[in-house]
Protein backbone atom coordinates (compact mmCIF):
# COMPACT_ATOMS: atom_id res chain seq x y z
CA UNK A 1 0.00 0.00 0.00
CA UNK A 2 1.45 3.20 -1.19
CA UNK A 3 1.26 6.47 0.82
CA UNK A 4 -1.39 8.23 -0.63
CA UNK A 5 -3.60 4.70 -0.30
CA UNK A 6 -2.29 4.60 3.80
CA UNK A 7 -3.50 8.41 3.83
CA UNK A 8 -7.00 7.76 2.51
CA UNK A 9 -7.36 4.98 4.94
CA UNK A 10 -6.17 6.58 7.84
CA UNK A 11 -9.28 9.48 7.17
CA UNK A 12 -11.35 6.91 5.82
CA UNK A 13 -12.15 7.94 2.70
CA UNK A 14 -12.23 6.21 -0.72
CA UNK A 15 -8.68 5.69 -2.47
CA UNK A 16 -8.82 6.96 -6.13
CA UNK A 17 -6.81 9.04 -8.36
CA UNK A 18 -6.40 12.51 -6.54
CA UNK A 19 -8.46 15.16 -7.26
CA UNK A 20 -10.63 12.46 -9.81
CA UNK A 21 -14.19 14.86 -9.74
CA UNK A 22 -11.90 17.85 -11.61
CA UNK A 23 -10.42 15.31 -14.05
CA UNK A 24 -13.41 14.09 -15.35
CA UNK A 25 -14.58 18.06 -15.99
CA UNK A 26 -11.20 18.74 -17.45
CA UNK A 27 -10.83 15.58 -19.67
CA UNK A 28 -14.71 15.60 -21.00
CA UNK A 29 -13.82 19.47 -22.15
CA UNK A 30 -10.58 17.90 -23.59
CA UNK A 31 -12.59 15.23 -25.84
CA UNK A 32 -15.46 17.90 -26.64
CA UNK A 33 -12.65 20.08 -28.66
CA UNK A 34 -12.40 16.53 -30.51
CA UNK A 35 -15.81 16.57 -30.99
CA UNK A 36 -16.35 13.63 -29.10
CA UNK A 37 -19.95 12.76 -26.90
CA UNK A 38 -18.90 14.09 -23.78
CA UNK A 39 -22.36 12.05 -22.34
CA UNK A 40 -20.92 8.65 -24.17
CA UNK A 41 -19.52 5.34 -22.39
CA UNK A 42 -16.03 5.89 -24.55
CA UNK A 43 -15.61 9.43 -23.04
CA UNK A 44 -16.67 8.12 -19.77
CA UNK A 45 -14.46 5.18 -20.05
CA UNK A 46 -11.04 8.04 -21.15
CA UNK A 47 -12.41 10.32 -18.39
CA UNK A 48 -12.74 8.16 -15.26
CA UNK A 49 -16.45 9.16 -14.94
CA UNK A 50 -19.71 10.99 -17.21
CA UNK A 51 -19.90 14.33 -17.44
CA UNK A 52 -23.20 15.24 -15.12
CA UNK A 53 -23.94 18.40 -16.06
CA UNK A 54 -26.25 21.18 -17.65
CA UNK A 55 -25.40 22.06 -21.29
CA UNK A 56 -24.59 25.36 -20.11
CA UNK A 57 -21.48 24.14 -17.87
CA UNK A 58 -19.86 23.36 -21.54
CA UNK A 59 -19.03 26.90 -21.75
CA UNK A 60 -15.77 25.63 -20.04
CA UNK A 61 -14.24 24.55 -23.33
CA UNK A 62 -13.72 27.90 -24.15
CA UNK A 63 -10.83 28.28 -21.37
CA UNK A 64 -9.25 25.48 -22.83
CA UNK A 65 -9.10 23.17 -19.81
CA UNK A 66 -7.20 20.01 -20.66
CA UNK A 67 -6.62 16.51 -18.27
CA UNK A 68 -2.98 18.00 -18.02
CA UNK A 69 -3.99 20.86 -15.97
CA UNK A 70 -5.97 18.81 -13.35
CA UNK A 71 -2.99 18.76 -10.56
CA UNK A 72 -2.42 22.70 -10.92
CA UNK A 73 -6.05 23.47 -10.89
CA UNK A 74 -6.85 21.17 -8.24
CA UNK A 75 -3.60 23.04 -5.91
CA UNK A 76 -5.11 26.24 -6.97
CA UNK A 77 -9.03 25.40 -5.81
CA UNK A 78 -7.49 23.59 -2.66
CA UNK A 79 -5.21 26.79 -1.54
CA UNK A 80 -8.34 28.69 -2.33
CA UNK A 81 -10.61 26.98 -0.27
CA UNK A 82 -9.06 27.17 2.97
CA UNK A 83 -8.09 30.74 1.89
CA UNK A 84 -11.71 31.56 1.98
CA UNK A 85 -12.96 29.32 4.66
CA UNK A 86 -10.35 30.87 7.16
CA UNK A 87 -11.01 34.27 6.31
CA UNK A 88 -14.82 33.68 7.00
CA UNK A 89 -13.88 32.08 10.59
CA UNK A 90 -12.19 35.23 11.46
CA UNK A 91 -11.22 34.94 15.25
CA UNK A 92 -11.66 31.98 16.97
CA UNK A 93 -11.50 30.73 20.05
CA UNK A 94 -9.65 27.29 21.81
CA UNK A 95 -13.33 25.54 21.37
CA UNK A 96 -14.41 26.82 17.97
CA UNK A 97 -10.70 25.72 16.81
CA UNK A 98 -10.97 22.00 18.00
CA UNK A 99 -14.79 22.39 16.41
CA UNK A 100 -13.02 23.15 12.92
CA UNK A 101 -9.93 20.29 13.08
CA UNK A 102 -12.94 17.91 14.09
CA UNK A 103 -14.98 18.94 11.05
CA UNK A 104 -11.79 19.95 8.70
CA UNK A 105 -9.93 16.27 8.88
CA UNK A 106 -13.53 14.24 9.05
CA UNK A 107 -13.99 11.90 6.13
CA UNK A 108 -16.84 13.67 4.83
CA UNK A 109 -14.85 16.85 4.11
CA UNK A 110 -11.44 15.51 3.18
CA UNK A 111 -13.40 13.26 0.57
CA UNK A 112 -13.69 16.85 -1.08
CA UNK A 113 -10.36 17.67 -0.69
CA UNK A 114 -9.11 14.32 -2.50
CA UNK A 115 -11.76 14.15 -5.66
CA UNK A 116 -11.38 18.54 -5.67
CA UNK A 117 -15.50 18.16 -7.02
CA UNK A 118 -17.24 21.07 -8.28
CA UNK A 119 -18.68 21.76 -5.00
CA UNK A 120 -15.02 23.25 -4.18
CA UNK A 121 -15.41 25.99 -6.63
CA UNK A 122 -18.79 26.64 -5.98
CA UNK A 123 -17.82 26.89 -1.99
CA UNK A 124 -15.23 29.29 -3.13
CA UNK A 125 -18.09 31.65 -5.77
CA UNK A 126 -20.55 31.73 -2.82
CA UNK A 127 -18.39 33.42 -0.68
CA UNK A 128 -17.42 35.73 -2.96
CA UNK A 129 -21.42 36.23 -3.48
CA UNK A 130 -21.50 36.79 0.77
CA UNK A 131 -18.58 39.20 0.17
CA UNK A 132 -20.30 41.35 -2.50
CA UNK A 133 -23.61 40.96 0.09
CA UNK A 134 -21.67 42.60 2.66
CA UNK A 135 -20.73 45.17 0.77
CA UNK A 136 -23.99 46.46 -0.59
CA UNK A 137 -23.30 44.86 -4.10
CA UNK A 138 -26.68 42.45 -3.99
CA UNK A 139 -26.94 42.48 -7.86
CA UNK A 140 -23.36 40.75 -8.43
CA UNK A 141 -23.85 38.46 -5.48
CA UNK A 142 -27.18 37.28 -7.28
CA UNK A 143 -25.44 37.47 -10.20
CA UNK A 144 -23.10 34.71 -9.01
CA UNK A 145 -25.46 32.48 -7.30
CA UNK A 146 -27.63 32.36 -10.73
CA UNK A 147 -24.24 31.82 -12.51
CA UNK A 148 -23.12 28.76 -10.25
CA UNK A 149 -26.94 27.88 -10.67
CA UNK A 150 -27.00 27.30 -14.71
CA UNK A 151 -24.03 24.83 -14.09
CA UNK A 152 -25.50 23.19 -10.70
CA UNK A 153 -29.23 22.90 -9.98
CA UNK A 154 -28.59 23.55 -5.89
CA UNK A 155 -26.70 26.72 -5.94
CA UNK A 156 -29.93 28.07 -6.07
CA UNK A 157 -30.81 27.22 -2.13
CA UNK A 158 -28.16 30.19 -1.09
CA UNK A 159 -30.88 33.05 -2.34
CA UNK A 160 -31.46 32.47 2.09
CA UNK A 161 -28.53 34.93 2.25
CA UNK A 162 -30.80 37.53 1.21
CA UNK A 163 -33.30 37.11 4.22
CA UNK A 164 -32.00 40.50 5.42
CA UNK A 165 -33.40 43.76 6.52
CA UNK A 166 -33.63 45.84 3.51
CA UNK A 167 -36.84 44.30 2.56
CA UNK A 168 -37.77 46.18 -0.55
CA UNK A 169 -33.95 45.32 -2.03
CA UNK A 170 -34.50 41.64 -0.96
CA UNK A 171 -37.56 40.74 -2.66
CA UNK A 172 -36.83 42.30 -5.78
CA UNK A 173 -33.51 41.04 -6.55
CA UNK A 174 -34.55 37.11 -4.81
CA UNK A 175 -37.81 37.14 -7.00
CA UNK A 176 -35.88 38.64 -10.34
CA UNK A 177 -33.21 35.77 -9.68
CA UNK A 178 -35.60 33.01 -8.75
CA UNK A 179 -37.72 33.95 -12.35
CA UNK A 180 -34.90 33.35 -14.42
CA UNK A 181 -33.90 30.54 -12.71
CA UNK A 182 -37.48 28.88 -13.56
CA UNK A 183 -37.26 30.13 -17.01
CA UNK A 184 -33.81 28.58 -16.79
CA UNK A 185 -35.65 25.02 -15.66
CA UNK A 186 -37.76 25.37 -18.51
CA UNK A 187 -35.27 25.56 -20.89
CA UNK A 188 -33.83 22.63 -20.35
CA UNK A 189 -35.78 20.07 -18.63
CA UNK A 190 -34.98 18.10 -21.29
CA UNK A 191 -31.79 17.63 -19.80
CA UNK A 192 -32.87 16.40 -16.19
CA UNK A 193 -33.82 12.53 -17.44
CA UNK A 194 -29.61 12.55 -18.22
CA UNK A 195 -28.21 14.50 -15.47
CA UNK A 196 -30.30 12.30 -13.37
CA UNK A 197 -29.07 8.93 -15.23
CA UNK A 198 -25.60 9.95 -15.12
CA UNK A 199 -25.53 11.13 -11.81
CA UNK A 200 -24.03 8.52 -9.05
CA UNK A 201 -26.61 8.51 -6.05
CA UNK A 202 -25.06 6.58 -2.91
CA UNK A 203 -26.98 5.17 0.36
CA UNK A 204 -23.82 5.07 2.47
CA UNK A 205 -21.68 8.37 2.21
CA UNK A 206 -24.28 10.07 1.10
CA UNK A 207 -27.09 12.20 3.14
CA UNK A 208 -30.84 13.40 2.03
CA UNK A 209 -34.85 12.61 2.64
CA UNK A 210 -34.36 9.35 0.61
CA UNK A 211 -31.20 7.69 2.40
CA UNK A 212 -33.43 6.01 4.86
CA UNK A 213 -35.94 3.96 2.77
CA UNK A 214 -33.36 3.58 0.01
CA UNK A 215 -31.40 1.82 2.79
CA UNK A 216 -33.75 -0.80 4.48
CA UNK A 217 -36.55 -1.04 1.40
CA UNK A 218 -34.33 -3.91 0.11
CA UNK A 219 -34.53 -5.48 3.29
CA UNK A 220 -37.85 -5.34 4.01
CA UNK A 221 -38.12 -7.17 0.00
CA UNK A 222 -35.58 -9.62 1.18
CA UNK A 223 -37.75 -10.53 4.33
CA UNK A 224 -40.87 -10.66 2.33
CA UNK A 225 -42.33 -7.46 4.29
CA UNK A 226 -42.66 -5.62 1.15
CA UNK A 227 -45.64 -7.92 -0.23
CA UNK A 228 -47.73 -6.67 2.67
CA UNK A 229 -46.77 -2.57 2.23
CA UNK A 230 -49.06 -0.84 -0.19
CA UNK A 231 -46.30 1.13 -1.13
CA UNK A 232 -43.78 1.00 -4.20
CA UNK A 233 -40.05 2.17 -3.46
CA UNK A 234 -40.98 5.79 -5.63
CA UNK A 235 -44.83 6.19 -3.85
CA UNK A 236 -42.32 5.80 -0.37
CA UNK A 237 -39.81 8.22 -1.68
CA UNK A 238 -42.46 11.00 -2.16
CA UNK A 239 -43.55 10.04 1.48
CA UNK A 240 -40.10 11.15 2.56
CA UNK A 241 -40.30 13.89 1.25
CA UNK A 242 -43.49 15.11 2.73
CA UNK A 243 -42.42 14.15 6.06
CA UNK A 244 -39.12 16.00 5.19
CA UNK A 245 -41.13 18.81 4.05
CA UNK A 246 -43.29 18.87 7.41
CA UNK A 247 -40.41 18.78 9.55
CA UNK A 248 -38.93 21.71 7.55
CA UNK A 249 -42.42 23.30 8.52
CA UNK A 250 -42.43 22.52 12.03
CA UNK A 251 -39.18 24.21 11.93
CA UNK A 252 -39.42 26.99 10.38
CA UNK A 253 -42.85 27.82 12.28
CA UNK A 254 -40.72 28.07 15.62
CA UNK A 255 -38.15 30.50 14.48
CA UNK A 256 -40.91 32.92 13.09
CA UNK A 257 -42.64 32.76 16.05
CA UNK A 258 -39.28 34.13 17.87
CA UNK A 259 -37.36 37.16 18.07
CA UNK A 260 -33.37 36.32 17.69
CA UNK A 261 -31.23 38.89 19.77
CA UNK A 262 -28.28 38.70 17.19
CA UNK A 263 -27.67 41.43 15.13
CA UNK A 264 -27.22 41.41 11.34
CA UNK A 265 -23.45 39.90 10.49
CA UNK A 266 -21.10 37.91 8.20
CA UNK A 267 -21.89 34.80 10.22
CA UNK A 268 -25.53 35.55 10.28
CA UNK A 269 -25.07 35.60 6.70
CA UNK A 270 -23.16 32.24 6.55
CA UNK A 271 -25.47 30.91 8.16
CA UNK A 272 -28.54 31.16 6.05
CA UNK A 273 -26.28 30.27 3.02
CA UNK A 274 -25.20 26.84 4.83
CA UNK A 275 -28.75 26.76 6.13
CA UNK A 276 -31.00 26.69 2.78
CA UNK A 277 -28.21 24.68 1.22
CA UNK A 278 -28.40 21.62 3.60
CA UNK A 279 -32.15 22.39 3.35
CA UNK A 280 -32.42 22.37 -0.51
CA UNK A 281 -30.36 18.89 -0.86
CA UNK A 282 -31.82 17.05 1.54
CA UNK A 283 -35.25 17.55 0.31
CA UNK A 284 -33.64 16.95 -3.54
CA UNK A 285 -32.93 13.54 -2.47
CA UNK A 286 -29.44 11.95 -1.88
CA UNK A 287 -26.13 13.79 -2.24
CA UNK A 288 -23.00 12.81 -1.35
CA UNK A 289 -21.31 13.71 1.92
CA UNK A 290 -18.96 16.22 0.74
CA UNK A 291 -21.71 18.32 -0.04
CA UNK A 292 -21.52 18.78 3.95
CA UNK A 293 -18.11 21.51 3.18
CA UNK A 294 -21.14 23.91 3.16
CA UNK A 295 -22.49 23.80 6.74
CA UNK A 296 -18.28 25.18 7.44
CA UNK A 297 -20.56 28.59 6.81
CA UNK A 298 -22.79 28.34 9.83
CA UNK A 299 -20.12 27.12 12.33
CA UNK A 300 -19.20 30.35 13.43
CA UNK A 301 -22.86 31.57 14.03
CA UNK A 302 -23.60 27.92 16.17
CA UNK A 303 -20.89 28.36 18.08
CA UNK A 304 -21.68 32.26 19.22
CA UNK A 305 -25.23 30.20 20.14
CA UNK A 306 -23.60 27.57 21.89
CA UNK A 307 -22.07 30.30 24.34
CA UNK A 308 -25.51 31.93 25.06
CA UNK A 309 -27.82 30.54 27.97
CA UNK A 310 -31.26 29.41 27.28
CA UNK A 311 -32.66 26.51 25.14
CA UNK A 312 -30.60 27.60 21.98
CA UNK A 313 -27.71 26.87 23.67
CA UNK A 314 -28.59 23.39 24.20
CA UNK A 315 -30.17 22.83 20.90
CA UNK A 316 -26.76 23.83 19.42
CA UNK A 317 -24.53 22.18 20.91
CA UNK A 318 -26.50 19.36 20.24
CA UNK A 319 -26.32 20.04 16.61
CA UNK A 320 -22.52 20.08 17.19
CA UNK A 321 -23.30 16.73 17.83
CA UNK A 322 -25.11 15.77 15.69
CA UNK A 323 -23.00 17.10 12.39
CA UNK A 324 -19.65 15.34 13.58
CA UNK A 325 -21.77 12.07 14.48
CA UNK A 326 -22.92 12.45 10.59
CA UNK A 327 -19.38 13.24 8.99
CA UNK A 328 -17.56 10.54 10.98
CA UNK A 329 -19.95 7.78 10.85
CA UNK A 330 -18.05 6.22 7.87
CA UNK A 331 -14.86 6.64 9.79
CA UNK A 332 -13.23 2.77 9.69
CA UNK A 333 -12.43 3.24 13.45
CA UNK A 334 -15.68 4.33 14.89
CA UNK A 335 -16.90 1.30 12.80
CA UNK A 336 -14.67 -1.23 14.44
CA UNK A 337 -16.17 0.20 17.89
CA UNK A 338 -19.71 0.41 17.41
CA UNK A 339 -22.31 -2.04 15.65
CA UNK A 340 -23.42 -0.76 12.24
CA UNK A 341 -26.74 -0.67 12.53
CA UNK A 342 -26.71 1.67 15.95
CA UNK A 343 -24.72 3.70 13.63
CA UNK A 344 -26.90 3.71 10.80
CA UNK A 345 -29.66 4.77 12.92
CA UNK A 346 -27.70 7.54 14.64
CA UNK A 347 -26.49 8.58 11.34
CA UNK A 348 -30.29 9.16 10.32
CA UNK A 349 -31.04 11.15 13.59
CA UNK A 350 -28.44 13.03 13.26
CA UNK A 351 -29.39 14.01 9.53
CA UNK A 352 -33.10 14.46 10.53
CA UNK A 353 -32.20 16.74 13.54
CA UNK A 354 -30.06 19.00 11.57
CA UNK A 355 -33.02 19.22 9.11
CA UNK A 356 -35.42 20.74 12.04
CA UNK A 357 -32.54 22.80 13.59
CA UNK A 358 -31.42 24.47 10.50
CA UNK A 359 -35.21 25.44 9.75
CA UNK A 360 -35.29 26.81 12.80
CA UNK A 361 -32.08 28.69 12.99
CA UNK A 362 -32.91 30.23 9.44
CA UNK A 363 -36.15 31.54 10.23
CA UNK A 364 -34.88 32.51 13.72
CA UNK A 365 -32.56 34.99 11.37
CA UNK A 366 -35.25 36.64 9.49
CA UNK A 367 -35.88 40.18 10.05
CA UNK A 368 -39.53 40.98 11.80
CA UNK A 369 -40.32 43.06 9.07
CA UNK A 370 -40.45 40.04 6.55
CA UNK A 371 -42.53 38.12 9.23
CA UNK A 372 -45.54 40.31 8.31
CA UNK A 373 -47.58 37.45 6.42
CA UNK A 374 -47.18 35.29 9.35
CA UNK A 375 -50.04 34.30 11.60
CA UNK A 376 -48.01 34.85 14.59
CA UNK A 377 -46.24 38.18 13.98
CA UNK A 378 -49.60 39.86 15.73
CA UNK A 379 -48.58 37.93 19.19
CA UNK A 380 -45.69 38.65 21.20
CA UNK A 381 -42.65 37.35 19.90
CA UNK A 382 -40.73 35.76 22.64
CA UNK A 383 -36.80 35.63 22.47
CA UNK A 384 -35.22 33.17 20.73
CA UNK A 385 -35.15 29.97 22.63
CA UNK A 386 -37.49 30.68 25.63
CA UNK A 387 -40.56 27.86 26.18
CA UNK A 388 -38.31 25.17 24.38
Known amino acids: MNEYSMTCKIFGIYSSKPADDLRVIACSMECLRKGMDIKSKEVSDICGGYFNYTKFARFLVYTGIKASHTKTIAIVLIILYFFVLFRFIGEIDSFGLVVYVLLLYSPALMLLVERVNIDMPIFIALYTSLYFLRRNRAAISASIILFLSLMKLYPICALSIFLKRNVGNSIKISAVTLLLYLLYIFLIRGEFPDIYNLTGRGIGFSYGAQIFIDSIYPFLGYWGITRYVPFSIGQFHVLFFLIALLI ?141
Open 248 to 388: VSLGVSKGLCEKSEDTDSLHIDGLRLGAGIYIGTFLIGNNWIYRLCFILFTIPQILNWCKKRKAMRILSHLALMCITVYIYNDFWAIRKLVNFTLLFYAKEFAAWFLLFYYSYALALTVPISLRFLYPCNHLKIKTAGEGI
